[in-house]
């Protein structure tokens, strides 16, 4: 049996990208420069209209997946997608960048494979209209237990917890791992999404998970105080805590100890995929044995390398970077 080292579950989203003007967005009420949900009529409508599309592979937990395959990790991703031309680009991709898709096409899937239409105008601006698709009905047959009970670290996407199927998924997974002898985290994903299912959401924390990741806004959310207090009542409840906030330092609580880890401060080109290659060089750090310290370190050279050019997942070799800053050897 294959042994993992990660394995992801999250929402496997197509980016689909064209160019556009401000013109463009107008006529077709785009709002520039956000993330928008939209339903399935609306999702073709704007693929239809797109010139000259390029497709890549995305989702945040998918995007930190790709981030430890190419950081050299043995890795998989738990994701739905639908037997169209899209889900079966999804699948051959993943596997081309050297990540196990674990999950057959859904031949009979009514939804099709999830999608984000993403409008990059002359200034650099995104403007993402996103159709959650079949990727939002992951359940517990998409969970395969040879492979959670087979991996070091399972990391899962805060996102897909807004169905009950989603829920009974996490916990397989998670349990699984843990049965297994692996570790368990979260990425919390997103403050509103934290909003809506606070209660659910501090439960498994405190009971299924032995990491969390998020940003200050996510962790004032769930715990619905100022940050300080937050992180000092997850530490309490999670073995290992961590905190992004925007530029300033990183904070990671665990093994009886607070580290403080600084940024380097650099321009954008583009901020998407910032949370989701922290989380990649973090874990990167953590599944190699690093301290907290050089795992947080990591974690920020890998966001600093995504925001330095357009896409969520990383175009220069990261390990490089990580020998060059002496937090590895070899």
Not at 94 to 101: I, L, N, Q, Y
């Amino acid at each position: 049996m294959k042994r993992y080292q990660v394995v992801g579950i999250g929402n496997a989203i197509v980016d689909v990208l064209s160019q556009s003007d401000d013109a463009f967005l107008d006529r077709m009420g785009i709002g520039k420069g956000i993330m928008q949900l939209i339903d399935r009529d609306r999702a073709e409508a704007l693929y239809d209209a797109m010139g000259a599309r390029t497709e890549a592979p995305g989702g945040s937990v998918a995007n930190t997946i790709a981030g430890l395959g190419n950081l050299g990790l043995t890795t998989a991703f738990i994701g739905r997608v639908r037997d169209d031309a899209l889900g079966r680009f999804y699948a051959a991709s993943m596997a081309a960048e050297g990540t196990d898709f674990v999950n057959q096409p859904v031949a009979a899937a009514e939804l099709p494979t999830s999608r984000s239409m993403i409008f990059v105008t002359p200034d650099g601006e995104r403007s993402m209209n996103t159709y959650l698709g079949v990727s939002a009905d992951l359940g517990t047959e998409d969970v395969p237990l040879n492979v959670v009970e087979n991996t070091g670290i399972v990391f899962l996407e805060g996102y897909l917890f807004d169905k009950d199927h989603g829920k009974a998924a996490f916990l397989k997974a998670a349990q699984g791992c843990r049965r297994g002898g692996g570790r368990a985290g979260i990425s919390l994903s997103d403050p509103f999404c934290v909003d809506r299912h606070r209660d659910s959401f501090r439960r498994l924390v405190r009971d299924e998970m032995d990491f969390v990741i998020g940003n200050e806004h996510e962790w004032a959310s769930l715990y619905q105080t100022d940050v300080e207090t937050a992180l000092a009542q997850a530490a309490a409840e999670c073995d290992l805590v961590v905190c992004t906030r925007s530029g300033a330092e990183v904070v990671v609580i665990g093994q009886g100890q607070r580290v403080e880890v600084p940024v380097r401060r650099v321009v954008p080109v583009d901020a998407t995929g910032a949370g989701d290659q922290f989380a990649a060089g973090f874990l990167y750090g953590i599944a190699t044995g690093q301290s907290l310290e050089v795992a947080g370190r990591m974690g920020t050279l890998a966001a600093a390398e995504v925001i330095g050019h357009f896409g969520a997942r990383p175009e220069t070799d990261v390990k490089a970077m990580f020998r060059a800053q002496g937090l590895i050897i070899n």
